[in-house]
């Protein structure tokens, strides 16, 4: 989504390997959630997978909530740019915890 609406339109983008299945896969065209976000989205920015296994990590210790990948993302943007939102209200959403064992692991090491 971040490339599509960088780029104004829907674009055919590699499928990378990455802990945050929700966000791995490219959008479909005329898929009604690209004009969705045109319009409700003001700022987005992408996180590495070092960054995402850093949060997932970081939040399953501290919370002992497991979380999957979609949700590490979420975090990890929030603390990439958390200057930006000092000494304000921040909403993120933590969502669910489908992630495999395996994946688990990589990421609790």
């Not at 791995?24 to 992408?46: M, N, P, Q, R």
């Not at 939040?59 to 000494?87: P, S």
């Amino acid at each position: 989504m971040h490339h599509a609406i960088e780029a104004g339109r829907i674009e055919t983008i590699e499928h990378l390997e990455t802990l945050s299945d929700g966000t791995a896969g490219a959008l479909e065209f005329g898929t009604i959630t690209f004009d969705f976000c045109k319009s409700v989205v003001d700022h987005s920015i992408t996180v590495s997978e070092k960054e995402i296994a850093s949060a997932m990590k970081d939040f399953i210790g501290e919370h002992q909530m497991m979380i999957e990948g979609a949700a590490g993302v979420a975090i990890a943007g929030f603390l990439k740019e958390n200057e930006k939102y000092r000494d304000k209200k921040v909403l993120i959403v933590i969502c669910g915890g489908n992630i495999s064992n395996q994946t688990l692991v990589e990421v609790l090491k």
